[in-house]
């Protein structure tokens, strides 16, 4: 009963060219898999414990915690140039 049925799955052209395909791409995904180069769905969750990690975050902060403010006051000293005398006007980088 079983053997007749794999072998009509087996005779039937398309049925055989789905089978082919099908095991081909699970072959192909469980290689990629094998050498890390597939993460399939898995690649989409994002790791809470990365995110969560107090040092990071505070480090974060103190790089960031003054750049508003050197923003608004190197606009403030761009507008100011820009009035003053627009033919002298020199920009210097700063890096924040």
């Known amino acids: 009963m079983l053997t007749n049925k794999i072998t009509f799955l087996l005779t039937n052209k398309k049925i055989h060219n789905l089978l082919i395909i099908v095991v081909i791409a699970f072959s192909l995904v469980g290689a990629l898999r094998y050498l890390d ?5 898995s690649g989409q969750n994002i790791n809470v414990e990365q995110t969560s990690d107090k040092s990071l975050l505070e480090k974060i902060d103190k790089t960031t915690e003054n750049t508003n403010i050197k923003i608004n006051e190197m606009d403030t000293k761009l507008e100011k140039m820009k009035t003053s005398n627009p033919d002298n006007l020199v920009i210097e980088k700063e890096q924040i």
């Open 37 to 41: 180069l597939y993460e399939g769905y």
